[in-house]
């Protein structure tokens, strides 16, 4: 059973930074393509950043130069650091894996499995 479990957020102020982690067990992280999406409150759940089986990234413009995604092969574990946060990065942030589909890296219908979410609130 393929499971994954996001943790790390929380509150921060506008310009600090929080490191977001996905913790992937009953699948390989490190041959899957795995993703970040967040959800705002009335909005759709959006793409943030992607890395496919061979490590190569790529970012929505919002967040680049500021969000880094990578994978902790050891731990099996998804990551993103976000720097430079602002109230717009407020959102539930969550993790994706497996593509069971072609079409668009941050379209949510691609993706096969997801987490449960977790909460990043930014302030001004």
């Known amino acids: 059973q393929v499971r994954l479990e996001e943790s790390g957020g929380g509150s921060a102020q506008a310009g600090g930074s929080l490191r977001l982690s996905c913790l992937v067990s009953?699948?390989?992280?490190?041959?899957?393509?795995m993703a970040w999406f967040r959800q705002a409150p009335g909005k759709e759940r959006e793409g943030v950043a992607y890395i496919d089986s061979l490590a190569s990234t790529g970012y929505t413009d919002s967040v680049k130069g500021r969000f880094s995604i990578s994978k902790d092969n050891a731990k099996n574990t998804l990551i993103l650091q976000m720097n430079s946060l602002n109230p717009e990065d407020t959102a539930m942030y969550f993790c994706?894996?497996?593509?069971?589909?072609?079409?668009?890296?941050?379209?949510?219908?691609?993706?096969?499995?997801w987490g449960q979410g977790t909460q990043v609130t930014v302030s001004s």
């Open positions: 009953g699948l390989s992280g490190r041959r899957s393509s």
């Open positions: 994706a894996a497996e593509r069971r589909s072609l079409g668009s890296w941050f379209s949510s219908q691609v993706y096969k499995y």
